[in-house]
């Protein structure tokens, strides 16, 4: 069974909405030097099964935190090549 790793990341910007289960909604979110915002397209491994892994794509259409503390995101995965950007395309 594989375990999660932790990954500390920050929000970014003022909270722009909390709802009824206390999620604080935020413009994007920071790791290291990686910054992501509501509306950004995303590449995601799925696997990493040693050299070979599963990428699919994503748009990024909500980033919140979990009354937890927990940072989490909503997305729109993309299936179809027509769906991607042409920079998207390339990578």
């Known amino acids: 069974m594989a375990t999660e790793e ?7 910007g003022p909270i722009l909405h909390q709802d ?13 030097s990686l910054s992501v915002h509501v509306g950004d397209c995303v590449r995601v491994q799925l696997e990493d099964k040693g050299a070979d892994t599963v990428d699919a794509f994503a748009q990024v259409l909500a980033i919140f935190e979990t009354s937890e503390e927990e940072m989490m995101v909503e997305v729109r995965w993309l299936s179809q090549t027509a769906e991607l950007t042409t920079k998207l395309r390339q990578m």
């Open 6 to 12: 932790t990954i500390e990341c920050t929000s970014i």
């Open 20 to 32: 009824d289960d206390n999620r604080r909604f935020y413009e994007g979110f920071q790791i290291d």
